[in-house]
């Protein structure tokens, strides 16, 4: 592995750990009402799959792809909290 992609190793492991505990909740209650909401269990299901597909090619592939997951990554972080605040906010709004 080249020094530079050093820090962004760094950086996705620091990001695993700290999102564990939401990437936990989330899969816990997934998985517990399975029975009462099929489909997003099977998305778990799809998505957990190719989640492993995406590590088996960045793990084999690491000079190439991990930097731009990385960016991905940030991408889509800023818009999946944001989101989660915006839903978070209208609801406590709608209680008001």
Do not use: C
């Amino acid at each position: 592995m080249a020094f530079e992609l050093v820090p962004l190793v760094a950086f996705a492991h620091v990001a695993t750990v700290v999102n564990a505990p939401h990437y936990v909740a989330t899969y816990d209650l997934i998985v517990e009402e399975r029975h009462r909401n099929p489909t997003n269990y099977r998305w778990f299901l799809i998505s957990s799959a190719l989640m492993l597909a995406v590590v088996v090619l960045v793990v084999g592939h690491m000079d190439e792809l991990l930097g731009p997951l990385v960016r991905v990554y940030l991408t889509w972080s800023a818009y999946h909290y944001a989101a989660q605040h915006f839903g978070i906010g209208t609801m406590y709004a709608a209680k008001g």
